[in-house]
């Protein structure tokens, strides 16, 4: 009935994803959109955006003073960025599933930085690494307009219950 309905829009899990510049370059958009929807995810709101330095610092203010900081400013704002939020059950921690280890050398292959990447520094996509952190960076990258609330009718056979 429409009032679980909406009780259930309100509460699903959301993540951020975002498609690096080095994976937008390489036409890498299409399959990774696909993986993610072969998963049985929702797609809630995308944009292509290459980002300011200022939102690409807030989005990585923990990494603050490390070695590879100013490097990796440079490259996520050097272009293009397809930005995304996902929303499904335990979506963040399915999406870090499908997306892999941060050091594409070392991650599975059948994983997004497996099968596409080689260098650390060239990963080819971002996920959030918790509910918090989704929470948060889904309010950097978008604003609440931007993002659609839609039941879709195949969940009945995505989720048990
Ligand atoms: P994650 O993206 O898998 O969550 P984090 O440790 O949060 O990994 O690092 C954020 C991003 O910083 C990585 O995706 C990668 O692009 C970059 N990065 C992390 N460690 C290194 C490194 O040692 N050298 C170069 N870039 C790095």
């Known amino acids: 009935n429409q009032q679980c309905c909406e009780k259930d829009l309100e509460s699903a899990e959301r993540t951020f994803i975002a498609i690096k510049p080095d994976g937008v370059q390489r036409k890498l958009i299409g399959e990774i959109v696909a993986r993610f929807e072969k998963k049985g995810l929702k797609l809630v709101g995308c944009k292509l955006i290459q980002p300011s330095r200022k939102l690409a610092e807030k989005h990585y203010a923990e990494h603050k003073g490390k070695p590879f900081y100013e490097g990796l400013l440079d490259f996520i704002t050097s272009g293009p960025v397809f930005a995304m939020v996902w929303e499904g059950k335990e979506v963040v921690s399915t999406a870090r ?5 941060t050091d594409p050398k070392k991650s599975p292959m059948n994983t997004i930085r497996g099968d596409f990447g080689i260098d650390v520094g060239r990963n080819i996509i971002h996920g959030s690494d918790s509910v918090e952190s989704a929470q948060r960076e889904i309010g950097l990258w978008f604003s609440k ?4 609330r839609s039941s879709v009718t ?3 056979w995505i ?3």
């Open 97 to 101: 599933s499908l997306i892999g280890l």
């Open 145 to 148: 307009n931007e993002l659609t």
């Open 154 to 156: 195949i969940e009945k």
């Open 159 to 161: 989720y048990e219950n």
